[in-house]
């Protein structure tokens, strides 16, 4: 038995067609069993964006995406993109190749402690015999990752692999050709009645909100009704029945005595699905104006409360179907509730219609951007200021589009990658709108000798990390402000010559609007770097305390 042998039965037992591989020396014979498998194989030689682009592929596909570094520090640059995985419930194999146990703190190269390292951000973990004399310890490890793929919550799962020396003896001996697929959730759709019978209560009388949080892959969905107000998360991928929400209770809330304003609004029983929002407005009224009950709908009882409300978890598989009965109670649940959103919603509407668009700023080409966006294109969106515009902006009216963000960790690092990854695997055209420090920052997103030809970036480059001039308290900083904000004079012109990109730089509504019709129609990867003033796009903040 050889050691190629037993890390191919390893591997073409894993249940995923894609790998995300790095070079390296001491993951050779894994990058050769993976290439002599099923899987397709892709070359990211950055581990950190490596991650993030498997990341990008497994929210696309809903499949498990594979991952193979070599040992040492390449292992810990996965880290980031694993932390995001395992809070935004993502699937990720990780292969880390590693030193023997004795050349663990010997002074060997590349040797660290690898086992357990990523420990507290993992669903599971595995080690593999340091000996290679018998394939059936790697077949087990295959079989209990796959009943962890389909018991656990949805995350990453690190497999860690001791090599010896000398590795460089390839054989196909153990290799299956027979794709392992692993099966996506079936939708389960509930009503309101049926989770009212299941908790023994009455809601025909009751203020009922419905609140979808980010995707987690349960693929839980609540049957609306003419009396449940329903919000949705821009990453949760379903609809709203209530408009501009987000917007609207930004707005109130940025006004004296906002929250107490809002009380018209409180619900009595909250229902949620998914885990966390964008929304920090919502956030603040919830806490606020708690609910009597709050369920949230679960197969698992990880389950965050950010509202401070004492979520009960209800796994939906117990619930019974029950019929929806008559809600003609003095038309109490029908219509005061959900007309009290109606209304403030479309005052806030009317008022929003009425500013001009036409004004050159991040708010303001965001909004042209989610209203002229090609149907079926997937949306990405980098984390900081980019996420909140869309998700003060993005409505139902305007959205038939997939929208994703890396919301796990909420960090900026590898929005890039991931759309990058999306767009490896994706039919569609992929757009990511991004700031300026994010786009910079993932710059190896953009080391791909195979970019996909379907990314369309659209870069908001307001030379620095505007947010932190946006938002309460920076602004007491003095002179240190600048080590926040980062101000800077780059642009991505020389950058995306260099790796081969198309690219058009916006300085007006009007060179902006062109630019936006050469991105739609660009045969290469393209970015369209529109260029803002941090005064200007400060009126955003203006605007929104006017309304």
Same mark, same amino acid.
């Given at each position: ?15 995923s ?6 070079p ?8 050769y ?28 596909l ?18 980031p ?16 190749a590693?030193?023997p146990?004795?050349k ?11 086992k ?19 394939e ?5 490890i ?10 656990e919550i ?38 309101v ?19 979808n ?6 693929n ?25 929400w987000d917007?609207m ?7 004296p005595?906002g ?9 009595d ?11 920090k407005g919502?956030?603040r009224?919830?806490q606020y104006?708690?609910?009597?009950l ?13 509202f ?8 939906p598989?117990e ?15 029908e ?17 929003? +219609?009425?500013l001009?668009?036409?004004? =050159?700023?991040? !708010?303001c080409?965001?909004?042209? &951007?989610? @209203? %002229?966006?090609?149907?079926e294109?997937?949306?990405?969106? +980098? ?5 909140? =515009?869309?998700? !003060?902006?993005?409505?139902?009216? &305007?959205s @038939? %589009?997939?929208?994703y ?8 690092d ?24 994010a786009?910079?920052y ?17 870069l ?7 947010i ?7 602004d ?10 980062t ?17 058009f730089?916006?300085e007006?509504?009007?060179s ?10 660009s ?17 955003f903040?203006d ?5």
């Amino acid at each position: 038995m050889s050691i190629q042998t037993c890390i191919n039965t390893l591997v073409s037992s894993l249940p995923s067609t894609h790998a995300v591989v790095s070079p390296g020396s001491r993951n050779a014979p894994v990058i050769y069993a993976l290439n002599a498998s099923k899987v397709t194989c892709h070359s990211i030689i950055d581990e950190r964006s490596a991650a993030f682009v498997a990341l990008g592929m497994a929210k696309e596909l809903r499949q498990p995406i594979i991952l193979s570094c070599t040992s040492g520090t390449a292992a810990l640059n996965y880290y980031p993109a694993i932390a995001e995985a395992f809070y935004a419930r993502v699937p990720l194999i990780i292969l880390t190749a590693d030193r023997p146990a004795d050349k663990i703190d010997a002074w060997d190269g590349q040797a660290i402690r690898q086992k357990g390292v990523y420990t507290n951000h993992i669903r599971a973990e595995f080690q593999t015999p340091e000996v290679y004399d018998d394939e059936a310890p790697f077949l087990a490890i295959a079989e209990r990752l796959i009943k962890c793929l389909d018991a656990e919550i949805s995350g990453p799962i690190h497999i860690n692999i001791p090599i010896r020396e000398p590795f460089y003896d390839f054989t196909e001996d153990g290799i299956s050709k027979n794709p392992h697929l692993h099966n996506e959730i079936a939708q389960q759709t509930i009503n309101v009645a049926s989770i009212a019978a299941h908790v023994k209560q009455d809601f025909l009388s009751k203020k009922v909100l419905v609140f979808n949080g980010m995707d987690d892959g349960e693929n839980i969905v609540i049957a609306s009704d003419d009396g449940t107000v329903m919000l949705s998360d821009i990453t949760s991928n379903q609809t709203s029945d209530i408009h501009y929400w987000d917007s609207m209770l930004f707005s109130a809330q940025s006004k004296p005595k906002g929250l107490d304003f809002l009380s018209v609004l409180r619900p009595d029983v909250l229902i949620t699905t998914g885990t966390t929002t964008v929304s920090k407005g919502l956030k603040r009224f919830l806490q606020y104006h708690k609910p009597e009950l709050h369920i949230h709908l679960s197969r698992h009882f990880e389950v965050g409360d950010m509202f401070d409300s004492s979520p009960q978890i209800i796994n939906p598989e117990e619930i019974k179907r029950v019929e929806e009965t008559d809600n003609d109670i003095d038309g109490e649940r029908e219509g005061a509730y959900v007309n009290a959103w109606l209304n403030m919603t479309q005052e806030f509407k009317s008022r929003f +219609s009425q500013l001009d668009w036409s004004l =050159y700023n991040e !708010f303001c080409v965001t909004n042209y &951007v989610l @209203n %002229n966006l090609p149907k079926e294109a997937q949306l990405h969106i +980098s984390n900081s200021m980019p996420v909140r =515009y869309v998700s !003060f902006l993005l409505n139902s009216d &305007v959205s @038939n %589009n997939s929208v994703y963000c890396n919301r796990g960790t909420s960090g900026i690092d590898g929005s890039t990658s991931t759309a990058v990854g999306a767009a490896l695997v994706s039919r569609s055209d992929v757009y990511l709108v991004t700031g300026d420090v994010a786009f910079f920052y993932d710059i190896n997103a953009l080391f791909n000798t195979k970019l996909p030809q379907n990314l369309k970036v659209i870069l908001l480059n307001n030379h620095s990390g505007g947010i932190f001039e946006m938002i309460t308290g920076p602004d007491k900083m003095g002179d240190s402000l600048s080590f926040q904000t980062t101000p800077h004079s780059y642009t991505a012109e020389k950058l995306t010559s260099h790796f081969g990109l198309g690219y058009f730089r916006a300085e007006t509504i009007g060179s902006f609007a062109q630019g936006l019709d050469l991105l739609k129609y660009s045969e290469v990867p393209f970015v369209l770097e529109v260029i803002t003033r941090k005064d200007k796009n400060r009126v955003f903040l203006d605007l929104f305390k006017n309304l």
